[in-house]
């Protein structure tokens, strides 16, 4: 008598990008009109868009010369199917003073722009910390 088993699924799938996704390939052309008319609904139906210009995520913003992207990695839950996937940035930016910094954030699909957006769980390192960081623990990134 055999009895059946039911094989069980991972819970979480982690996809580690090589380029930057077409989800979080955000970077509008300010000038066209089709911008001009999502900037009008985005602040129609989204609260946040219209209290905080950051809300919406844009892979490039703060990063200038040579700064990259280290890590970019998708996380599908698996158990949950309604729920989009996020996405996981680990990037160097410049702030104020020319400053260098290590921005690693966690991106959520805003239901009500549709548009990846940071959530609060995100970090800002200086960077001569996150390379003693990274010489301590070799923390793995893209090139």
Same mark, same amino acid.
């Given at each position: 008598m055999?009895?059946?088993v039911?094989?069980?699924?991972?819970?979480y799938?982690?996809?580690?990008?090589q380029?930057?996704?077409?989800?979080l390939?955000?970077?509008?052309? &300010?000038?066209s009109?089709?911008y001009?008319e999502?900037?009008?609904?985005?602040?129609?139906?989204?609260?946040r868009?219209?209290?905080?210009?950051?809300?919406?995520?844009?892979?490039?913003?703060?990063?200038?010369?040579?700064?990259?992207?280290f890590? %970019?990695?998708?996380?599908?839950d698996?158990?949950k199917?309604?729920?989009?996937p996020?996405?996981?940035?680990?990037? &160097? %930016?410049h702030?104020?003073?020319?400053?260098?910094?290590?921005d690693m954030? &966690?991106?959520?699909?805003?239901?009500n722009?549709e548009v990846?957006?940071?959530?609060?769980?995100?970090i800002?390192l200086?960077?001569?910390?996150?390379?003693?960081?990274?010489?301590?623990?070799? %923390?793995?990134?893209?090139?």
């Open positions: 055999k009895l059946a039911k094989k069980q699924k991972q819970r799938e982690y996809i580690f990008h380029n930057t996704p077409e989800e390939d955000t970077n509008p052309d &300010e000038l009109v089709e001009e999502l900037k009008r609904l985005w602040s129609e139906n989204c609260g868009y219209t209290t905080n210009p950051n809300h919406q995520f844009h892979i490039s913003r703060g990063m200038i010369r040579d700064d990259r992207v890590l %970019i990695c998708e996380i599908t698996n158990w199917f309604d729920n989009p996020k996405f996981y940035v680990i990037r &160097e %930016i702030k104020q003073g020319n400053h260098k910094f290590v954030v &966690e991106l959520y699909l805003c239901p722009c990846y957006c940071r959530s609060q769980n995100s800002v200086p960077y001569k910390l996150w390379k003693k960081l990274n010489y301590l623990y070799q %923390i793995p990134s893209q090139k």
